[in-house]
């Protein structure tokens, strides 16, 4: 069936290093990735998002890349705050609405 | 983005009793929307798809019986517990679907059953 392997479960990187998460997808017909930031006891929020006719995209600190041969997508974090430490959470979709959700990230960014 | 509110925050309850949790879409609207259940430290657990004027589409696992779902209106969609066990203490999530298949949530309800 569909599932997303999300590695690593945890990451720790010193403040002002890069981070990057990877997701790996087993159904071809995934055609949207977004990843989430979720802080303790608080709502999953969207922090990026690519679709499959894109190879990367990036906003400010945050990028994705999209392999769709073989079929993995990745989260980098530049120059990494404290702030950003969260659960990361990707997911995959073919369009059915439907998330499958990778297993999340815990990064912590140490000062 | 898009806002999605949830409703109640938090909510204690006897074993036995039903608790309704509500979530609106508040500056879209949202023929979609999905309820998650999350354990501590885990991932986000899809329990059903709720689409407005029909019913509910459940993931394999979850009663429909136990967690029944209301999609209203194309702002608003309820997911009832009946008869609450200590086992279903959780954190539900809900989330609202965009047409370009984003999915904002709320900020979640934390059910504790004594």
């Known amino acids: 069936g569909e599932n997303v392997e999300q590695h690593p479960s945890t990451l720790s990187v010193q403040e002002g290093d890069s981070a990057v998460i990877k997701c790996t997808y087993s159904?071809?017909?995934?055609?949207?990735f977004p990843w989430y930031k979720q802080e303790l006891g608080k709502r999953p929020q969207l922090i990026i998002d690519?679709?499959?006719?894109?190879g990367e995209k990036k906003d400010q600190r945050i990028a994705v890349t999209l392999n769709k041969t073989a079929k993995h997508f990745s989260l980098h974090i530049t120059e990494t705050q404290p702030e950003d430490s969260a659960v990361y959470f990707c997911?995959?979709?073919?369009?059915?609405?439907?998330?499958?959700f990778g297993t999340g990230t815990r990064l912590k960014v140490l000062a | 983005g898009a806002v999605v509110s949830q409703h109640p925050s938090r909510v204690i309850c006897k074993s036995g009793t039903s608790v309704k949790i509500e979530c609106r879409s508040l500056?879209?609207?949202?023929?979609?929307m999905f309820w998650y259940r999350q354990f501590p430290k885990q991932s986000l657990m899809l329990m059903a798809t709720?689409?407005?004027?029909?019913?509910?589409?459940?993931e394999q696992g979850v009663e429909k019986d136990k967690f029944l779902i209301n999609h209203a209106s194309l702002t608003l969609s309820t997911l009832t517990v009946t008869s609450a066990h200590p086992e279903d203490s959780s954190f539900y999530i809900c989330?609202?679907?965009?047409?370009?298949?984003?999915?904002?949530f709320g900020p979640g309800t934390r059910l504790t059953v004594l």
């Open positions: 997911a995959q979709s073919s369009g059915t609405y439907k998330y499958i």
């Open positions: 159904d071809s017909a995934s055609n949207y």
């Open positions: 500056d879209f609207q949202a023929t979609t």
């Open positions: 709720s689409n407005e004027g029909s019913k509910a589409t459940y």
């Open positions: 690519i679709r499959s006719n894109v």
């Open positions: 989330s609202a679907e965009s047409r370009y298949n984003e999915q904002f």
